[in-house]
């Protein structure tokens, strides 16, 4: 059986990708994604972190090298949804100052947009999404609507947490989530039980699998699972012009022609299968200028743990986190190291797993265990750091000499955290200890530093000598062929990707379908003139 | 892949289990608990190895080889890229699970030959086991921790241990 070409091909069935399938198809082109993946529903969200980790990336390891590893097993996932499907709904918006790091502080690389290019997209992605949040309360957000839902409450953990802010002169607020604190559009309202990390099978935390999959597949998107993108393939008359994708499913290799190929396979494996399409005569799409791989980034992160007298019940919640401190965020160059920094405050937290509190203290073992496990169940408290990385050239993807079954060159990661982003991590984790002494915390401890997030590779740009896409993900040396995703990100600001994604995603579809939102966002009352 | 139900069917059967081990000769779907007081025979791990890990995790988490967890990581590792162990996402790719678990837990038995659990466990942590030959002794024994928490509070039982809800959206196959 031949598959009929589509107009469209789309390399990733995850956040980007089901967002432009879903734009695409229902604007009437014919859309095929290609998912290397096995297909899932809902109906896999086992409620466990044991099953969580079978929604983990499980095809052809990542190499990794570098001061500090991106961590692509732990960062990365596969299947329908794709990482997406298990992610923990922490929707933030990127700051203005972070659209302009170089030209601020002469460090990274700047945007080839502002953050008024992407407001609309925040805004529209926002109301069709939905996000439970205080704009009111959060008083660093950038200009933008008021949030759709309100925020999701606040239990004690929260509660005694934010008492170590208060003490320490910091003010926090509800983060804001896409996960419904009320039922919308259909969806039910979240029940506080901890399991983002499973996976959200009711449908409350908004998963590609309950929201731009069941558009995509009501506008006639086929998903092809279990295929994996081999190369990119290139009119060999026309240098500008991308043919379609050669990948490989049921054991053999196969070709699929298209008028438009967009690669939405995450950081790491879109690099991969954009490098994979050298040919002898001709550098991979996007490496005319051997930038191709560059600026690979990732947010340096860490755990601050505690126990309190008070019962904190830290089951009670959502994955991500009930509280926002986002004092830190605008000063990047402060003193004390380099970069924006925010909180996630008061994880609702297992007692296994990598971000459990039994694995956080190693030292504990045998008779002493059962008993500090039983306190910290109803005791323990922790928030989450994430701070900003720099982009740096020479971080980067690259392909190996190794190759998978299907004979493709293994991706390669090199990166290495600047001097300066080291030393924000800690003086932050040091303040983070601090704000839970000042809590009434008997005991703090901290995780060690942690990559989360990843980002670059296929950095977009103004000058083509130094990025690989235009501000539309469009690959600078062709006509036809895309990327999306966070490997566009050319710096990694301090906030979790997927709400910036997944704008970025409509306002490439607007692109494509010659849609552009000229209109930049009207400035309310209030905006700072000069962001 | 072996014959017999497939996991939707046991789920609605009500069943409690997890995967197939060998017992007397039979292949048997059960949970790694199960499995280990029946006495399963090992598919991937070696007798000793399953001795080794069955003592230190022992000293490391009370409880461990009651809740099966030698059956638990033998079972996981030939399971191959479907392995739902901790190391699938600290850096140990699946291709190299086997190997891992096969040396770190040479290394371990050998260290139990001359002295104490609770001894070769402060040594692991401070990776100072004399002639210890396999991975980095205190990361060995991060993930044997990791995986011994997995098999006894990971699971309804153990949550009911901690006096926490469970509060599945979907349960799990096995308690655990
Ligand atoms: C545990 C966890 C929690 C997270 N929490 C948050 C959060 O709270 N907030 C937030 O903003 N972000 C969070 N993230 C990050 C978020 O999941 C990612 O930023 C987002 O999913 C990236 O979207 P994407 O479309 O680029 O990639 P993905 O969603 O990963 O989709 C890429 C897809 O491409 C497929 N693919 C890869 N290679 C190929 C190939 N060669 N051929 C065919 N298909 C291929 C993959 O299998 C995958 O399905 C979290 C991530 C994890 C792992
Ligand atoms: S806590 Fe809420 S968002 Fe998380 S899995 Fe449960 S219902 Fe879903």
Redesign the interface.
């Known amino acids: 059986m031949t598959t009929p070409a589509p107009d469209t091909i789309i390399v990733g069935a995850g956040a980007a990708g089901l967002t432009l399938a879903a734009r695409l198809a229902e604007a009437g082109e014919q859309v095929l994604v290609l998912e290397v993946g096995p297909q899932r529903s809902v109906k896999d969200m086992i409620s466990s972190q044991i099953w969580a980790r079978q929604l983990k990336w499980s095809g052809p390891p990542v190499e990794e090298s570098g001061t500090h590893p991106v961590g692509h097993a732990f960062n990365a996932g596969a299947g329908t949804g794709g990482s997406a499907a298990h992610h923990y709904g922490v929707w933030l918006r990127l700051h203005p100052g972070d659209f302009s790091v170089a030209s601020d502080h002469g460090k990274s690389l700047d945007w080839p947009i502002s953050y008024r290019d992407v407001q609309p997209y925040y805004d529209r992605v926002q109301e069709q999404v939905g996000i439970s949040g205080d704009s009111e309360a959060e008083i660093w957000r950038p200009p933008g609507s008021p949030y759709p839902m309100p925020p999701l409450p606040v239990f004690s953990q929260a509660r005694v947490l934010a008492r170590g802010f208060a003490a320490t002169g910091r003010r926090t607020a509800p983060l804001p989530l896409a996960i419904n604190s009320v039922p919308r559009h259909g969806r039910a309202a979240c029940q506080y039980d901890g399991w983002c990390d499973a996976g959200c099978p009711i449908g409350a935390l908004a998963n590609p699998l309950v929201t731009s999959l069941p558009r995509a597949l009501a506008a006639g998107v086929t998903i092809m699972h279990e295929a994996q993108a081999l190369r990119i393939l290139r009119d060999p008359n026309k240098p500008n012009r991308v043919t379609g994708v050669e990948y490989h499913h049921q054991g053999v290799p196969r070709q699929l022609m298209a008028q438009r190929v967009i690669v939405a396979a995450f950081t790491v494996q879109s690099t991969r299968l954009l490098l994979n399409s050298a040919s002898e005569d001709r550098p991979a799409p996007g490496n005319q200028h051997d930038q191709l791989g560059r600026y690979l980034t990732t947010h340096p992160a860490g755990t601050v743990f505690g126990l309190f007298e008070q019962e904190t019940l830290p089951h009670q919640g959502v994955s991500g986190g009930q509280l926002l401190c986002h004092d830190d965020y605008k000063d990047k160059a402060s003193p004390g190291g380099f970069g924006s920094s925010q909180w996630m405050i008061a994880n609702a937290i297992k007692p296994n797993d990598l971000l459990g509190y039994g694995t956080s203290r190693a030292d504990i073992s045998g008779k002493q265990l059962r008993p500090w496990l039983m306190k910290a169940a109803r005791h323990l408290a922790n928030m989450t750091l994430v701070t900003e990385d720099l982009s740096l050239p020479d971080n980067r993807i690259t392909l190996s000499d190794s190759r998978d079954p299907a004979g493709m060159p293994l991706a390669h990661t090199h990166h290495d955290i600047a001097d300066v982003s080291a030393q924000r991590w800690q003086q932050r984790i040091d303040e983070g200890l601090d704000i839970f002494r000042a809590a009434g915390a008997t005991d703090v401890w901290h995780g060690p530093r942690v990559a989360m997030h990843i980002m670059g590779g296929t950095v977009m740009g103004r000058d083509d000598t130094l990025s690989v896409t235009d501000s539309f993900g469009r690959v600078h040396d062709t006509d036809n062929l895309y990327v999306s995703g966070p490997s566009l990100f050319p710096s990694s600001g301090a906030v979790n990707p997927t709400f910036t994604l997944t704008a970025l995603a409509e306002r490439q579809a607007d692109h494509m379908l010659g849609l552009a939102l000229a209109a930049a966002a009207t400035p309310s009352p209030g905006d700072d003139p000069t962001l | 892949m072996p014959a017999g139900p497939n996991r939707r069917e046991v789920l609605a059967a009500g069943g409690a289990a997890l995967g197939w081990f060998l017992i007397g000769g039979s292949r048997v779907w059960a949970t790694p608990a199960d499995a280990a007081s029946a006495g399963f025979s090992p598919q991937v791990l070696g007798k000793e190895q399953v001795q080794a890990l069955a003592s230190i995790g022992e000293?490391?988490?009370?409880?461990a080889t009651q809740a099966g967890l030698a059956a638990f990581v033998d079972n996981q590792l030939e399971a191959g890229?479907?392995?739902?162990?901790?190391a699938?996402?600290?850096?140990v790719?699946?291709?190299q699970q086997t190997d891992f678990y096969r040396l770190s837990l040479d290394a371990v038995g050998l260290a139990l030959q001359k002295n104490t659990a609770?001894e070769v466990?402060a040594a692991m942590?401070a990776d100072a086991v004399p002639g210890w030959n396999g991975p980095p002794a205190?990361y060995v024994?991060?993930l044997l921790?990791?995986d011994a928490?997995?098999v006894v509070?990971?699971?309804q039982a153990?949550?009911a241990?901690?006096?926490?809800?469970?509060?599945?959206?979907?349960?799990?196959?096995a308690n655990?």
């Open positions: 000293a490391l988490v009370p409880g890229s479907e392995s739902k162990l901790m699938k996402y600290v850096g790719p699946v291709e609770d466990l942590a205190s024994m991060f921790r990791a928490l997995d509070y990971g699971t153990g949550f241990q901690l006096g926490i809800p469970y509060s599945a959206h979907i349960l799990p196959e655990w």
